[in-house]
């Protein structure tokens, strides 16, 4: 199971126009093959940053998924709204 997380920070006055692109997005991004969960995280302090956390079968599933039309819509829409740079892990659950 691969864990990833994208924490990106919008301008302050386009965060709705985010939130929109990620109500129509989210049930296709889950539905997409290798796709096992997806949910929208806030930042507590800083309430214009936001990271999404997803959960894929493997790391061939989520670079499928990057590689799509899909992802190349709502990447292009989304990134228009950044205001820095976003940052991106990939995880592996560790079992100890």
């Known amino acids: 199971m691969l864990i990833r997380i994208v924490r990106m920070t919008f301008q302050v ?17 889950c539905g997409f093959d290798g796709c096992n969960h997806v ?21 061939e599933h989520l670079n499928n998924y990057r590689d799509s039309e899909l992802f190349g819509q709502v990447w292009k829409a989304t990134k228009a709204l950044f205001a820095d740079k976003p940052q991106a892990w990939s995880n592996i659950s560790v079992n100890i």
């Open 39 to 59: 949910e929208l995280l806030q930042d507590l302090n800083h309430p214009n940053v936001y990271s999404t956390y997803s959960l894929w079968d493997s790391e």
């Open 13 to 29: 006055d386009r965060t709705e126009e985010f939130l929109e692109i990620f109500r129509s997005s989210k049930d296709k991004i």
